[in-house]
């Protein structure tokens, strides 16, 4: 996510909006037999504070928690909002502190703007630290964009995801607020995803906007096979109110049933204190 917009997003909610993860710890495989999440992951931006200053700190309390895996965010992109004095450390390293905490990381969160400027080069860190999935943070544009700005980043972002397929990496964009504003008479996002070519630019999925009326398993069953990954929060109903998962309004069991038949995979927690232990509580023990 972009710093600023994930900065005001995450203060503020949807706030002006126009128009409007972790898999389920319990669902059915093919047999019909249930079966256990065994990654519970959270975004590393929540602690942004505390995890350049001491990463091996921050992985154990975020395991006391009962998490036990991570999505990154790009050191270099991130260098000013905490995340800098991870880059001093090489790729592989990292990733050996960060399994020694018990953590797996196969995400990383980049802005639009170091893509553009240095795809190849944080390509290659991706693929040196071991990531298999790099993920758009933020389109890069300004306010006021035009439908065709947005279509134009569409379009980046399609041959970025080339670039990074021969990597053997895979691209994929994190929606906001924004996108679910319109423009010309047509929602952004539903332009973005007629846009994005999708082999090359997958998607995540940020569940926090149900306060606008979007629900996630309502695309994930519109575009199987598309999302690959999710942003889990819940919502209390009043104002912009974020509670532990399981506490608010999210229909979890159709979201999971969803995300499971779309085939997405990774799920990683965005809401901070006082929601991050219980949301993993929940996770750990929810029977569907």
Known sequence: MDTMDRRK???????????????????????GKAKRIKQIGFQSWIVRDEIGKDLTGTLKKMA???????????????????FGPLQDIPPATLKRMIKDEGFTCVSCH??????????????????????TQMVIASPGLPRGAT??????????????????????VQLAYHNHNFEFEKLDGQLIYDVLLDRLDPD???????????????KAADYFNRYPGRYISAHLY???????EMVPLGKGVVDWKEFF?????????????????????ESAKFLKTWKG
């Open 64 to 82: 006391a928690m009962g998490y036990n895996s991570l999505e990154l965010c790009s050191p270099k992109g991130y260098a000013n909002t905490g």
């Open 234 to 240: 819940d919502w209390s109903g009043k104002g912009e």
């Open 147 to 168: 439908l065709d700005d947005w279509k134009r980043t569409a379009e980046e972002a399609n041959k970025i995801g080339e670039l990074a397929r021969k990597s053997g």
């Open 257 to 277: 049933a969803a995300a499971e038949k779309n085939g997405v995979k990774n799920y990683f927690v965005e809401m901070g204190p006082p929601n991050l232990e």
């Open 110 to 131: 980049f802005g639009m703007g170091e893509l553009r400027d240095h795809a190849q080069e944080r390509i290659d860190f991706a693929k040196e630290f071991g990531l």
């Open 9 to 31: 997003f995450l203060a503020r909610g949807i706030a002006g909006l126009a128009g409007a993860s972790l898999l389920a710890p319990q669902l059915l495989n093919a047999e």
């Open 200 to 214: 090359l630019v997958k998607l995540q999925f940020q569940v926090w906007v149900i306060i606008a009326g979007y």
